[in-house]
Each structure stands twice: as C-alpha cells, then as structure tokens.
C-alpha cells in the first residue's frame, strides 16, 4: 500500500542554519504531497502542499518541490528561527475518499 | 483555520469503562477523521466520515466504533476502553473528497486509560 517515510528526529540545528527534512513516498497513483506542521500542544497545521509532478509548495519562507522521478517532496528552509521548532509531518492524499496517509514525524529543535 | 473544537481536551478513564470523545465543526465540511497520535507511529487513522451517517474504518479500527447524525459532529467511542487505547486523539475535517483540499485539525484530546 501507499507509504510516508521521512527521517528519523530529533534533528538539532542553531538559528539561520539550512534545513532540509527528507521525505519520500510509495504510491499506485499520482497522489498530492503536504507538509504539516505540530507546534506544542496544538494540533496538525498545514504547512505547504504540492498536487502534482514539479510543482513547488511554499510557506513562511520553507519550500519542498514534488519529483516524481525521485518520489521524493524534501522540506527545506534557507534560515531557520526558534520558532521553527515543532514536529514535521510529510504526508500524501490518494484514493477515494482521499484519505491522508502521514509519516511518523520529524521533531526540530532550534538553538538560539 | 477551520472552526474544529474537540471535547473533552483530557481524560482520565479507568480500563473497561465506555468513553466518547466529540468533535465539533463549523465550516459545514462533508468529510470528518478520527486519528490517533502515539510516540513512533505518527497518526493513523481510526475511523473517516463521508457525510453524515456514511463512515468507513481506518487503518486502527478495533476497539473504535463512530456516529454520525449531524453535519458538524462526530464522536469516537470506546465501548470498553483499553490500556492500549491512552493516546492523544486529532479530528479533522475536510470540504470535499478532493486531494487538493486540505484538513483541518482540532486541538487534540489526551486521554489516559489507567
């Protein structure tokens, strides 16, 4: 069946380093890619999402282009802030009824 | 952000007793899911709502039962809650079944089955 597989957190990094999280997906189909985001005690929010092949999702200066060569939707920042940190969930939509397959989450953590 | 509430927030139950969990939407969105967030697995789905009183099973059905009467409520029941079931539990919702469309989450309701 379809799959999420993303990298293992935590993942540590001091402010305005470059961020890249790796997602990569299995799918029958042409399914859409998202990143969701989970601050502290709050639930998912959508991050970014990209619904086909070479399209390139952005947000709050964070982007991850869809390569359907690769299966891959990398979440990359240029300069990260404090406020950053959260968990991270790569994420895809396929099927009827299009019900969200998600991977396992990325926690980040910024150092000041 | 989609108007999704979640009640209770938290919950402390004792193993074998029922618990429902609600969840509370305004946006008059035809799609609702129950998810289940656990340390490793990052959320799977429990149960999905298509319109009211159309549910399909997730990938962690057992032991979960839904109803639906309402547009804008959904509830989750433990009929006899289990250990394996403390958690934190996420509804979401959804306009359409489009995959363009993005979900919507509510807050989240912890619960702990002692």
Request: charged fraction near 25%; include cysteine; charge should be negative.
């Amino acid at each position: 069946g379809d799959s999420v597989t993303q990298m293992e957190g935590p993942v540590t990094l001091s402010e305005e380093a470059f961020l890249t999280i790796n997602c990569t997906y299995t799918a029958t189909g042409y399914p859409s890619l998202f990143w969701y985001v989970q601050y502290p005690g709050e639930g998912l929010q959508l991050l970014l999402k990209a619904t086909k092949a070479d399209d390139k999702g952005s947000n709050k200066g964070f982007e991850a282009t869809y390569r359907k060569e690769t299966t891959s939707f990398h979440l990359e920042k240029g300069s990260v802030q404090v406020s950053d940190s959260a968990v991270y969930f790569c994420a895809l939509s396929e099927g009827r009824d299009d019900k969200i397959i998600f991977g396992k989450g990325t926690r980040l953590h910024i150092l000041p | 952000d989609a108007g999704i509430t979640q009640s209770p927030r938290h919950k402390v139950t004792e193993t074998g007793t029922p618990v429902t969990l609600r969840c509370h939407q305004t946006e008059n969105h035809r799609y609702m899911y129950w998810y289940r967030q656990d340390p490793g697995h990052g959320l799977r789905l429990i149960h999905y709502s298509y319109g009211v009183k159309d549910t399909d099973k997730g990938e962690v059905s057992d032991g979960y039962s839904v109803s639906r009467s309402k547009t804008e409520d959904f509830l989750l029941t433990l009929e006899s809650a289990t250990s394996s079931q403390t958690s934190v539990y996420f509804c979401a919702s959804k306009r359409e079944g489009l995959g363009t469309d993005t979900q919507y989450f509510g807050p989240g309701t912890r619960l702990t089955v002692l």
